[in-house]
C-alpha cells in the first residue's frame, strides 16, 4: 500500500514521490522491515549499480520528508554546469543551525563523497548510513553528539558525465561518474587555489559550518593487496600537537579495531616506493594543502582521506566505507569534548602566534618522508614479476592468493622547508584576483583607505622556472608539481627589503586569525601551493622591456670607460664562464642589468610581509 506526498523541489518543478505508507508510520515498524522498506538504490540493485544525480536528490527528500526534525537538505552552490550543490545536515534534535550547533559544544562533522565522480562509494555508504541514523534508528547513536553534514555528490557534473569506461581500474558499479568537473579541473588539487566554482561553494560551506571533523571518501587506483578499506590520518610535524597524538593514539586504533570486528580488512593508505615492485616496500606522501585534507591541516581541522581499494566488488567496498564511517563518528561522539576543545585551542594558539609581532615560531612549508624505515606488517596478494613483450618493461602481474609479509616503511615525515610569518601582509589592490582567493577562504581583510608608500620585506626571484606541461589549467611555476620527494628545486627567491607603493584599496592580511596559516602558504612564494607556485603572478617574471644590441653595444662601452673595475670583471667572466663566453646576448645583457634602464622591478614580488601596521592608513 503506497501513499503519495508531494514536496518542493527547486524553482517551479513539484516532485511526486511515493512513499511506503509503513516506512513513515512510526515506531512500530522492526528495523529490519524499515530497512527493507528504504533500501538505497544501491541496495535494490544489489549493487550493480549507483544512482544518478536526481535518484540520489530523490531518495534524500523522501527521507528529509519522512524525518523532517532529523534530515534537511541545504543548497550550498551551483556547479559550472548548473546543478544544484547538496548538502544533507542530520541532527538528532532538528538544530540545523552551525552558530547554535558550535554554541551548544557539538562537534560537527563534514563528510565529503564522490570529488572524483567515478568513486561514488561513500555517496551509497552515506544514503544508508544516513538512512540508519534516521529512519531506522540503528545508528541513531552516531547523532548522539555529533551533527552530520554530508555532502553526497561534490562533483555533480563529473557525476552526470556517466558510462561504464570512466574507471579503467576499478570494479563496478556497471557505470559511474568521471574524475573532473565539468572544466576538467581534478577538484582535489584545487583546494588553495579555488578556480573552480564547486570549490568557492565548498570553502562558503566550510566557513559557514566550521567543521570539527572532515572526511573525503574516495576509491584507489595503485597496488593489489587484501585490505578493502584504507584511510589516512594527517599528523605530521605540521600539525596541532594535542590532535595530532589524539589521531594517532586514540582514533586510527579505534577505528581499525571497531572496522575489522564488522569483517572487513583496513589499513592506513598504501603507497608502494616502486610500482613494478612491491617488496621495495612502503612510502608516505605528505598531503599538500591543495588536496582535501592537506588543506584541513592549515584550518587546524582534523581530516580523514578514505580510499576503499579498487579491486574489490562494490558491496565489498559501500559496506566498508559505511563501517569506517561509523566507526569514526562512534569516537568524535564518544570524544565530542575533547574534539571540540583541541580545535577551539588550535585556533587559539594560531590567533595567540599571529598577535606577535617578532620571535614567530617557523611555519612548516614543506614535508617529506623521512629516510628511516621499520618494518611494517602487510597484507599484500602474491605475485609475479616477468619481461614483457608487450611493454619491455617488468610485467608485475598479481595472482589471487594472499601473500602476508613485512615491509619496510617510512617511519614519518620531516619539514624541509618553513618561513618565519611577518606581522601582516600586504597585497597590492590591483592583483585582485589574488584578493579574491583569500577572501574565498574566509581571510578577514582589512582595505588601505589612502595610497601608502613604505618600507616591506619581500622577496627577489631570479631564474625562474615554468612546468612546461601546463597543469591544472595553469601554467605552473618553479616546482615540478606532483613532485616525488626530493624533486622539487626551489630557493630561486630571495628576501629583500624594498619601498613599494601600494595603492588605495589594498588587501593587508594580520595572521591573528584563526585560518592564518591558509594565507601562508598562500602568499609565501616558496609553499608548495603558494599563489606564485600556481601561476598568479607570472607576468612578474617577464621581461617587458628590450634594448636594442646596437644600442647596449654603445652602452657596453661607456660602461666599462667609467668602470674599469667592472671591464675586468666582465672579461673575467667571458673567460670562466664558457656558455656566457658564446652567448651574444648575454654579454650585451651584462651591462644592461648593471644599468639604469635594467627594470628594477622584473622578479620583484609585490606582496609585501609587514612588522607592524604603523602608519599604514586603513579604512575602519
Ligand atoms: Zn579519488
Redo the contacts with the bound molecule.
Keep these: 500500500m503506497k501513499r503519495f506526498f508531494l514536496i518542493g523541489a527547486s524553482g517551479l518543478m513539484l516532485v511526486r514521490i511515493s512513499i511506503p505508507l509503513q516506512a513513515a508510520s512510526g515506531p512500530s515498524q522492526s528495523p529490519a522491515a524499515l530497512q527493507q522498506a528504504w533500501k538505497t538504490p544501491a541496495e535494490k540493485s544489489e549493487y550493480k549499480t549507483t544512482p544518478r544525480y536526481d535518484e540520489t536528490m530523490a531518495y534524500l527528500k523522501r527521507m528529509a520528508a519522512a524525518a523532517p526534525k532529523q534530515l534537511k537538505i541545504e543548497v550550498f552552490g551551483a556547479t559550472g554546469e548548473g546543478r544544484d550543490l547538496v548538502a544533507v545536515i542530520a541532527s538528532k534534535d532538528g538544530v540545523f543551525n552551525p552558530a547554535a550547533v558550535r554554541k551548544a559544544g557539538r562537534p560537527i562533522v563534514l563528510i565529503q563523497n564522490s ?2 565522480a567515478g ?1 561514488m562509494d561513500g555517496k551509497d555508504s552515506c544514503l544508508a548510513l544516513l538512512r540508519d541514523m534516521v529512519i531506522t534508528k540503528t545508528q541513531a547513536a552516531l547523532l548522539n553528539r555529533a551533527v552530520v553534514v554530508v555532502i553526497p555528490i561534490y562533483n555533480a557534473d563529473g557525476h552526470e558525465r556517466f558510462g561504464p569506461y570512466n574507471r579503467i581500474n576499478q570494479n563496478g558499479p556497471e557505470e559511474m561518474g568521471w574524475r573532473t568537473q565539468s572544466m576538467n579541473l581534478n577538484l ?1 588539487r584545487d583546494y588553495m587555489k579555488a578556480d573552480a566554482p564547486e570549490t568557492r561553494a565548498f570553502l562558503a560551506l566550510w566557513n559557514r559550518w566550521l567543521p570539527d571533523f572532515f572526511v573525503d571518501d ?2 584507489t587506483d595503485g597496488a593489489d593487496y587484501v585490505y578493502d578499506v584504507t584511510y589516512n590520518l594527517d599528523t605530521g610535524p605540521e600539525v596541532y600537537p594535542p590532535l595530532a597524538e589524539w589521531q594517532r593514539e586514540t582514533l586510527a586504533p579505534a577505528l581499525e579495531e571497531s572496522v575489522i570486528r564488522s569483517g572487513h580488512a583496513i589499513s592506513p593508505v598504501i603507497f608502494l616506493r616502486d610500482d613494478s615492485d612491491p617488496s621495495r616496500g612502503l612510502s608516505l606522501f605528505p598531503d599538500t594543502p591543495r588536496f582535501s585534507t592537506g588543506y584541513m591541516v592549515l584550518q587546524n581541522r582534523p581530516g580523514m582521506l578514505v580510499e576503499m581499494h579498487m579491486l574489490k566488488d562494490y558491496r565489498t567496498r559501500v559496506t566498508g566505507n559505511y563501517e569506517i564511517l561509523r566507526a569514526t563518528l562512534e569516537v568524535v561522539n564518544r570524544d565530542a569534548d575533547s574534539l571540540v576543545r583541541m580545535n577551539r585551542d588550535a585556533d587559539e594558539a594560531t590567533i595567540a602566534a599571529g598577535r606577535k609581532s617578532s620571535g614567530n615560531a617557523p611555519v612548516a612549508l614543506r614535508l617529506e618522508a623521512v629516510e628511516e624505515t621499520a618494518l611494517v606488517p602487510y597484507e599484500g596478494i602474491g605475485y609475479n614479476r616477468s619481461l614483457s613483450v608487450v611493454s619491455g618493461g617488468i610485467w608485475l602481474k598479481y595472482s589471487t592468493t594472499p601473500m602476508p609479509v613485512s615491509l619496510p616503511k617510512s617511519t614519518g615525515l620531516r619539514i624541509t622547508k618553513s618561513v618565519t610569518p611577518p606581522f601582516a601582509y600586504i597585497v597590492p589592490a590591483q592583483w585582485g584576483s589574488v584578493i579574491s582567493v583569500l577572501e574565498a577562504h574566509g581571510i578577514k581583510m582589512r582595505r588601505t583607505s589612502a595610497p601608502w608608500r613604505g618600507e616591506v620585506e619581500t622577496y627577489r626571484c631570479e631564474g625562474v622556472k615554468w612546468q612546461e606541461q601546463s597543469f591544472e589549467g595553469r601554467q605552473v611555476l618553479f616546482v615540478p608539481i606532483e613532485a616525488k620527494s626530493g624533486e622539487a628545486s626551489q630557493g630561486a627567491c630571495r628576501s629583500v627589503r624594498e619601498r613599494l607603493s601600494f595603492p588605495k584599496g589594498s588587501a593587508v592580511v594580520p595572521l591573528d586569525q584563526r585560518a592564518a596559516r591558509v594565507a601562508i602558504h598562500f602568499l609565501e612564494p616558496e609553499a608548495p601551493d603558494s599563489a606564485v607556485a600556481w601561476g598568479f603572478f607570472n607576468a612578474v617574471f617577464e621581461q617587458k622591456e628590450y634594448g636594442e644590441a646596437y644600442v647596449l653595444e654603445k652602452l657596453s662601452r661607456e660602461m666599462m670607460d667609467k668602470d674599469p673595475k667592472l671591464a675586468e670583471e666582465f672579461a673575467q667572466k667571458v673567460a670562466a664562464d664558457k656558455a656566457f663566453a658564446a652567448d651574444p646576448t648575454a654579454r650585451l645583457d651584462f651591462f644592461y642589468r648593471r644599468s639604469p634602464w635594467w627594470d628594477s622591478h622584473l622578479g620583484l614580488y609585490p606582496v609585501g610581509r609587514l612588522s607592524s601596521l604603523e602608519g599604514i592608513p586603513l579604512a575602519p
Aim: aromatic content about 0%; proline content about 0%.
Design positions: 570529488i572524483h568513486e582535489n574516495h576509491v
